[in-house]
């Protein structure tokens, strides 16, 4: 198998650029994984085909969300894409399942992360109860990853062929959180639940690391025994968007998912703590969240300085939207400018992108069809992906 790495290649004179504070460096040759000979500084070994080059990241397990439910037919649209002539082309090669949180359900509300709360309310810690029911939500027999199956079965006799790779899959894992209040540090660290007939005390980072290795294990399993032909478990991502609270675990729960043979991701967010040390804690791959789209009082320069820092640090990109993209909310040119600033700094030709489309905005852009302005910019997005030379050098990609 062949080892890559994300690496990428600095001029001297943009990053002299750079130094003497002239903005950031435009970076035309930035590279993405290359192959090379691993040394004591490199990237975490990870081979490309392990890599989506299109990661859209899809929500579910919570009771809150709408649909609560995954189908085939409802995640279709992210599988394949009908361009403006009628032509069928495939969308997405990469799903990032994860959640946030478990409310509206029987056993009360909880969260998957610190600092998450639900109606103002800052919610427990997610216990062993919570972990099990979102594995078992990944694998309903009519929902879930078998959803994605379907999506990718049904979108292979629509294009009269399956693709020439499976679409890859990367689960989110829940943040083992030190207290069963995060909000207070004296609440119980022996909470979670029992493994093996021992109560975990999630004061200990062994316990926290077991939590997260049997959490890894039941998925990995149970993915395995499903003998999939459309979908394959590349890896996992760590929910936790910052470095802060996770510091002492993050590489130990990197190496397990490599010995494992499964890639370890991130999205941090804008200057989220750690970021940049992204491989210092073991990830693979990392993806930087703009964190442009959301408020009014974040600059469209900010997609510069996340560009920037995506090339510095190796890292790869998100792009951020959701229902306010369409026409009637009056942020759609903040996608527009997304797109824009990928292709200028040479995101968009050389390196993966993960795409945070806030529920389901994509599906509203397209079923927009009295919008002639909503309309445009799904086409614009998606013959942004498809075209995408990161992806089309590759043809056995696809």
Request: hydrophobic share 35%.
């Amino acid at each position: 198998m062949k080892v890559l790495k994300l690496a990428v290649l600095f001029l001297a004179s943009a990053l002299l650029c750079a130094c003497e504070g002239n903005g950031p460096a435009d970076i035309p040759d930035w590279k993405d994984f290359v192959e090379d000979k691993p040394g004591k500084d490199d990237v975490p070994e990870v081979s490309k085909d392990k890599v989506p080059s299109d990661m859209v990241l899809i929500y579910g397990g919570s009771a809150h969300r709408n649909p609560v439910k995954w189908t085939g037919n409802y995640l279709k649209e992210y599988v394949i894409y009908t361009d403006r002539s009628g032509v069928k082309h495939w969308l997405f090669d990469g799903f990032l399942c994860l959640e946030f949180m478990y409310v509206n359900v029987p056993t009360g509300n909880k969260t998957f992360i610190t600092g998450y709360s639900y109606n103002g309310v800052k919610l427990p810690s997610a216990t062993k109860y919570e972990w099990q029911s979102l594995i078992d939500y990944y694998f309903e027999i009519d929902g879930g990853l078998n959803a994605i199956e379907k999506a990718v079965e049904l979108a292979s006799e629509e294009m009269g062929s399956s693709p020439k790779t499976k679409r890859k899959v990367v689960i989110g894992i829940p943040e083992p959180i030190s207290n069963e209040y995060y909000s207070n540090t004296s609440s119980s660290t022996v909470y979670w639940g029992k493994l093996n007939g021992k109560e975990l005390d999630f004061s200990l980072t062994s316990d926290r690391l077991n939590a997260c290795k049997w959490y890894i294990d039941e998925i990995a399993s149970r993915f395995k025994a499903q003998k999939y032909k459309y979908i394959d478990l590349v890896g996992f991502y760590w929910v936790a968007e910052k470095a802060t609270n996770t510091r002492d675990l993050m590489n130990k729960v990197g190496e397990y998912l490599n010995a494992n043979e499964f890639t370890f991701n991130w999205i941090p967010y804008f200057n989220a703590d750690g970021f940049s040390e992204w491989k210092k804690y073991g990830f693979n791959v990392a993806y930087l969240q703009p964190n442009y789209f959301f408020s009014d009082s974040v600059p469209e320069g900010r997609l510069d300085e996340a560009c920037d820092y995506a090339k510095r640090y190796n890292m790869g990109m998100e792009i951020e939207f959701d229902g306010n993209a369409l026409e009637a909310n009056g942020k759609g040119y903040k996608l527009e400018n997304y797109m824009k600033a990928f292709k200028k700094y040479g995101i968009w030709e050389s390196s993966p992108i993960a795409y945070y489309q806030g529920s389901w905005a994509l599906k509203w852009l397209r079923g927009s069809v009295n919008s002639e302005y909503n309309q445009k910019l799904y086409h614009d997005f998606c013959e942004f992906v498809i075209t995408r030379p990161y992806r089309t050098k590759d043809d056995e990609q696809y």
